[in-house]
C-alpha cells in the first residue's frame, strides 16, 4: 500500500486549521488521520494538530499485529475518546482556547481491510474504476435536512448553514463517534480529506482525478489546483491511499 498527503490554506484563508499524519504502525497496517480545526484564528490549529497526536499517540501505544477487529475498534473508539477529552480539557483550561474543536476521520488500513472513524463532516471516499462511494456520514445540519427530505443533495451544496456540524472533538466532554469496516480490492482507492475540498469539488471530478490522473504521487496536489482555481475559500486537506 501506498499514500499520499497535502494540506494547504486554501485562497481565502490566513491561517491553515487543518492537520493530518501517516504513519505505517508495521509492514502491513498503516494509520492516516484528517481534523478540520475550528473556534477562530487562535484556536483551531491547536484542535487539530492536538486531536491529531492524541490519537496517534494512543493508537501506536495500544496497537499490536494480533489484535482482533473487535479490538481495532474498541482501540479507534479509545483514542477518539481520548482525543476529544483533551481537546475539551484545553478548551476549559484556557480561554484562548475556548469554544475550539474540530473534526476527524481516521483510517486504520490492514492488509485490506479498512476501520474508519470519524466525528464531524470530513468525509472518507472509497475510490475505483467502477466508481466513487462516500463511506461516512456527515454529522451536519444539512445533512440531517437531506435525511429528513428538506433538501436535495444539490440544493445541500449551497444551503447557508452547510459549515454548522452536530458533532465534534472537544465542544462537549463526550463525544460519540461512528466506526465502520470495509475490505478493499488490490488497486482500490481511500481518499480521506476535509470540507475544504468535499465543498469545492464534486464526487465524479475526485473520481476523474484519483483513477484517471497521470501520476498518483502527483493526485492530492491536483485536487487542491483544482479547489484554488475555483477560490479555496476554507483549508484544503487530502490523504490518498492506494491498497
Not at 481534523?35 to 490519537?55: E, H, P, Q, R, Y
Not at 479498512?114 to 474504476?129: I, L, Q, W
Not at 496536489?221 to 479555496?232: S, T
Amino acid at each position: 500500500m501506498q499514500s499520499w498527503g497535502l494540506t494547504d490554506p486554501g485562497c481565502v484563508r490566513q491561517q491553515n486549521q487543518d492537520a493530518f499524519h501517516m504513519e505505517q504502525l508495521d509492514r502491513n497496517t498503516l494509520l492516516c488521520i484528517v481534523c478540520d480545526g475550528m473556534g477562530g484564528a487562535k484556536s483551531g490549529n491547536i484542535a487539530s494538530s492536538l486531536a491529531v497526536d492524541v490519537f496517534v499517540q494512543e493508537v501506536k501505544r495500544t496497537w499490536t499485529a494480533s489484535m482482533s477487529q473487535e479490538k481495532i475498534n474498541q482501540m479507534l473508539h479509545s483514542a477518539v475518546k481520548l482525543a476529544n477529552f483533551t481537546v475539551f480539557d484545553q478548551a476549559q483550561q484556557f480561554e484562548e482556547f475556548d469554544g475550539m474543536g474540530t473534526t476527524l476521520v481516521a483510517v486504520l488500513l490492514k492488509n485490506r481491510h479498512a476501520t474508519v472513524v470519524h466525528v464531524g463532516d470530513s468525509r472518507a471516499y472509497r475510490v475505483n474504476s467502477e466508481g466513487i462511494w462516500q463511506m461516512t456520514r456527515d454529522h451536519s445540519l444539512v445533512q440531517m435536512m437531506v435525511e429528513r427530505g428538506e433538501l436535495t443533495q444539490e440544493m445541500a451544496r449551497t444551503y447557508p448553514g452547510k459549515n454548522f456540524i452536530t458533532r465534534a472533538i472537544g465542544t462537549e466532554p463526550i463525544v460519540v463517534c461512528d466506526i465502520s469496516n470495509l475490505e478493499l480490492s488490490r488497486g482500490e482507492f481511500l481518499l480521506l480529506c476535509s470540507d475544504g475540498l468535499s465543498n469545492v469539488l464534486d464526487d465524479q471530478e475526485i473520481l476523474f482525478e484519483v483513477v484517471h490522473g497521470m501520476n498518483r504521487e502527483d493526485c492530492c496536489q491536483r485536487l487542491l489546483e483544482i479547489a484554488k482555481n475555483r477560490g479555496a475559500p476554507d483549508n484544503v486537506t487530502s490523504v490518498l491511499i492506494m491498497v
